[in-house]
């Protein structure tokens, strides 16, 4: 039992650092490709939907496994139906939020094109609690 904990931490330590290391290549990149209004405009996105993201799917994931209650099924309904209103509030809210940051020209049709995030990471819980 202890050799599976440590071989899952370290891939999930792995995992993690990947991903890093993915996030800051696709930063670099989009700092030598776009102008600075742009690279601002897709910070402003970041910013939004990775706020919004943390609570994408309810944490269903988690129940899921730690639930023997709850069915995996329900679960999923559950974190989908989540995205999907989040997508929503994201999708009708985005006039405001782009008042928030000084209304930038761009920035409603990027927070809306952004909220499409939420309805996959809904999808993905299930394989989330598979894994």
């Known amino acids: 039992m202890r050799r599976e904990a440590v071989r899952g931490a370290l891939f999930s ?9 993915a996030q800051f290549g696709a930063l670099l990149l989009l700092a ?3 102008t600075e209004d742009e690279f601002g405009l897709a910070w402003m996105v970041a910013v939004v939907t990775g706020v919004l993201g943390a609570c994408a799917d309810l ?11 709850v069915d995996e099924r329900r679960a999923a309904w559950l974190a989908e139906g989540a995205g999907w ?12 939020l782009a008042d928030a940051f000084g209304d930038p020209p761009g920035l ?3 927070l809306q094109m952004g909220a ?7 999808l993905a819980a299930p394989a989330r609690a598979q894994l």
Do not use: E, H, I, N
């Open 116 to 122: 499409f995030a939420f309805v996959f990471a809904g």
């Open 59 to 69: 944490g269903m994931d988690v129940v899921a496994v730690q639930r023997k209650d």
């Open 85 to 96: 209103v989040l997508f929503g509030v994201v999708l009708f809210a985005a006039p405001l």
């Open 32 to 34: 030598r490709m776009l």
């Open 13 to 21: 330590l792995g995992a993690r650092g990947a991903s890093v290391l």
């Open 108 to 110: 409603v049709v990027l």
